[in-house]
Structures are given as C-alpha cells and as structure tokens.
C-alpha cells in the first residue's frame, strides 16, 4: 500500500511555508544542539563565529521554521527500565493511517513510527520492562486494533544510538 494510497485528501491540515535554505552556519548549529541539547547560546555563538543575538535569532527561526522539532535527552532506555526493545511491523487497513498513528501514539512504550513502503505498512519501535509485556503489547494492545491486519516482532538483541558529531 503506497502513503498515497493511504492518506486521507479530505483531512485538512496547517500548509507550511516552504523551507529556507539553510547555510553552513544553520548547519554547525543543528550539529552543535544535536549532540547537546542544553548547550547554551553564548557557547554555540562562539562555536560558530557568530554574535550571541545571530545566533539566537538562528535558533529561534530553526524552531519557527521547523527544522529544530524540539529538545530532549537521549536515554539509556535498559538503564530506565525498559531492557526490551523491538520493531514491529505492521499491515494495515487502506486509508487508516491517521487512526492507527493516533492509537500507536498512546501506546506505552513506543518511541518511533514509520510509515513506510514495501512489504508492510507501518514500523514501530518499542521499549518494554521485559518479554512479557512485549507479548501483552503485541497480542493485546496491536492486535485488538481492527485497523491492523498482521504485525512482526523483531527482537532487539542490541542498539546504539548514533553519535550526531560521527
């Protein structure tokens, strides 16, 4: 099923403005939060051979424009807790993309999805304390939804997030 297939033309929604370019001085930026968020103007203004006010405004037009989607911490998520983790993919009824995303969304657990093309439809990350509630989550949770015609599990054995300044 394409994402053509499956969007919804009768649901309105915000038209963004198109993207700005962005210049080599954009890019150290993002660079410089991506790998730490907390870092403060004055250090990614000297970084980057900018005034602290240009590079605020910067920061600020990267949030406005959408580019910077927001900040947060990158966790250890076996240390927090949730030593399990697994994609799962999903086959999923024609034109339910919004609702099926919208009930994935509240699932506990779950950190990123997808809708993709291929053999599936949709690829959801999960973090769970253990086997257990992975299982409740697929057999329980997933696949009570009417929207979702078959789901995969694959068994994260180990991951890594990747280092934004490799």
């Known amino acids: 099923m394409t994402p053509e297939q499956m969007a919804d ?7 963004p403005p198109p993207p700005r370019p962005l210049d080599a001085i954009d890019r150290d930026i993002l660079q410089i939060l991506q790998a730490d968020g907390r870092a403060s103007i004055r250090s990614v203004a000297e970084r980057v051979h900018v005034s602290r006010a240009n590079a605020y ?5 990267l949030l406005e424009d959408g580019v910077i989607r927001g900040f947060g911490a990158r966790v250890n998520h076996e240390r927090a ?3 399990t983790s697994a994609y799962i ?10 609702t099926v995303r919208e009930r994935l969304r509240a699932l506990p657990g779950a950190s990123h999805i997808a809708l993709v093309g291929g053999d599936f439809d949709v690829l959801l990350l999960v973090h769970t304390p253990d086997n257990k509630a992975l299982r409740e989550l697929v057999l329980t949770r997933l696949q009570a939804m009417p929207e979702v015609l078959s789901t995969r599990t694959l068994l994260v054995f180990e991951e890594e997030d990747l280092d934004p300044e490799g």
């Open 89 to 98: 993919t999903l086959k999923i009824v024609q034109n339910s993309w919004r």
């Open 57 to 61: 405004a910067r920061i600020n037009r």
């Open 81 to 83: 807790g949730q030593g």
């Open 9 to 15: 033309p009768s649901e309105p929604g915000p038209v």
